[in-house]
């Protein structure tokens, strides 16, 4: 087998799993990446659909794979790696990977605060969209008139987050349905 | 529908609050003073807040100015000068706003606040 020294990368289910969904993310933000914006920064973020819809069936370090996956090649695709744009798009997928991340481990703890899909879009929203500022008033405009636009921001992410909320929850029925509600883990 | 459990009221709730607060501290007006200065001539009278309603007398040149101040504003009830300019002048309460009583040699700087200008020159 290993005559030439050559290794064998296995791989598991999980991974084709988490590739199939980074793939339907990165499809999403490339399609979406071609619509119009109003004023920069705001976006439907549909991918977060996808980041919601695998943070639900099958937790949250699925989750963080494929938002960064999602981040990383839609970058490489639309050829904006390592401008400012991505920079946005990386600090802003983190910042909202960690709330969740939060919201996901503590609502485990409590069982009686139980999060869906709609709580879970709202937050992620936020905290993409505070990420983002954040990284834009740091790195690209450290100027204090950029904070007359966060309240505008944070409606959009608002609006956004529960549009895409619903989308997920309409979504994650729909996979629970067709595997039978068995394949969390 | 989409069910919704306690988890998703508390982030919803917490959402609400925020954004609200967000209109409010960013696009609110930020030029309401905080303080008002009392000189006369160049010694400091009074710093008093402009919160705190009340009533002051301050003895200038002529005789004696008095001020007053309620919700977040100051203003001249009675001078004893002879134009009453002052009085006229009427309430001032944003970052960096003056009246003076110039025959009393009383004045009234607003601090605190957005500043609207620089400086002021007569």
């Known amino acids: 087998m290993n005559e030439l020294g050559s290794r064998q990368i296995t791989t598991q289910p999980s991974d084709h799993r988490i590739a199939w969904w980074a793939a339907l993310a990165i499809s999403i933000h490339i399609i979406e990446s071609a619509l119009p914006s109003p004023i920069p920064g705001i976006k439907p973020g549909l991918a977060n659909v996808i980041v919601i819809a695998v943070l639900l069936l099958y937790g949250w370090r699925d989750a963080v794979w494929v938002a960064l996956l999602r981040v990383l090649v839609g970058s490489l695709l639309i050829g904006t790696f390592l401008t400012p744009t991505f920079m946005l798009s990386l600090a802003g997928a983190s910042a909202s990977m960690l709330a969740l991340g939060l919201a996901y481990y503590a609502s485990r703890c409590l069982p009686s605060w139980g999060v869906g899909p709609l709580g879970y879009s709202v937050l992620a929203a936020q905290a993409h969209m505070l990420g983002q500022f954040a990284a834009a008033y740091l790195v690209l405009i450290p100027h204090p008139a950029l904070f007359k636009l966060l309240p505008l921001l944070m409606t959009a992410a608002l609006v956004f987050g529960v549009i895409s909320g619903m989308i997920a929850a309409a979504m994650i029925d729909k996979v629970r349905k067709r595997t039978d509600g068995g394949t969390s883990g | ?122």
């Open chain 2, 1 to 122: 529908m989409v069910k919704i459990e306690r988890g998703d009221y508390l982030i919803l709730l917490a959402t609400a609050l925020l954004l609200p607060w967000l209109y409010f501290t960013l696009w609110g007006d930020q030029r309401a003073g905080e303080y008002a200065r009392v000189l006369v001539g160049a010694e400091q009278q009074a710093l008093v807040s402009l919160h705190q309603p009340q009533t002051l007398e301050i003895v200038g040149e002529l005789g004696v100015s008095v001020l007053e101040v309620l919700s977040g504003k100051i203003r001249f009830i009675e001078s004893a000068c002879q134009g009453k300019q002052c009085v006229h002048s009427g309430w001032i309460g944003e970052g960096g706003e003056v009246v003076s009583c110039l025959p009393n040699r009383v004045s009234i700087a607003v601090l605190g606040g957005e500043q609207r200008f620089d400086a002021i020159n007569f």
